[in-house]
């Protein structure tokens, strides 16, 4: 942020103050949304992953149970199995539900409260260039006016040696 000087003892100095205080606080809550963010990102790759580990172990076993035969197979043992791959797939739908639940209602609050600090960041640094935009206005104006008073008084000063060195003789 630049330095306005004598800008941070009028009101639009300390408006800026305040607005780069603002700005302060909007980034301080961006950083801890978009850490929020990162968490609940990291939180679903882990879902995905136990989702995916469900699923492969529901294959392996129908795969492994393939391999034994149907011959020679009592009613008992593939009641067991049908039972075990009931449960795997049970785990499976319920690793499902659970990314789809997660993916729904805190991934996106975290994805929406990122989205909202970052526009509030945004908004929070258009108010304080405003204002910086303001005192440079202010600024300038007071430059300028310095200026044209400079400039009346060398018109004056120079004004008054003219009028003395051209006043009309007496003719003598």
């Given at each position: 942020?630049?330095?306005?000087?004598?800008?941070?003892?009028?009101?639009?100095?300390?408006?800026?103050?305040?607005?780069?205080?603002?700005?302060?606080?909007?980034?301080?809550?961006l950083a801890a949304a978009a850490s929020a963010r990162r968490k609940a990102e990291a939180e679903q790759a882990r879902l995905v992953e136990k989702l995916r580990a469900a699923h492969e172990a529901a294959a392996v076993a129908r795969r492994d149970s393939d391999n034994v035969g149907a011959t020679g197979q009592r009613a008992a043992d593939a009641q067991t199995r049908r039972r075990f791959w009931a449960r795997l797939d049970e785990a499976a739908a319920a690793a499902d539900a659970a990314l789809a639940r997660y993916r729904k209602e805190d991934l996106a609050r975290a994805l929406d409260a990122d989205a909202a600090a970052r526009a509030a960041h945004v908004r929070a640094r258009q108010r304080r260039?405003?204002?910086?935009?303001?005192i440079v206005r202010r600024q300038a104006a007071a430059r300028r006016e310095a200026d044209r008073r400079e400039e009346a008084i060398q018109d004056d000063r120079y004004a008054g040696v003219r009028a003395r060195t051209n006043t009309p003789t007496t003719g003598k």
């Open positions: 942020m630049k330095s306005y000087g004598t800008a941070s003892r009028s009101t639009l100095g300390t408006l800026l103050d305040l607005r780069a205080k603002d700005e302060r606080d909007a980034e301080q809550a260039e405003v204002v910086e935009k303001a």
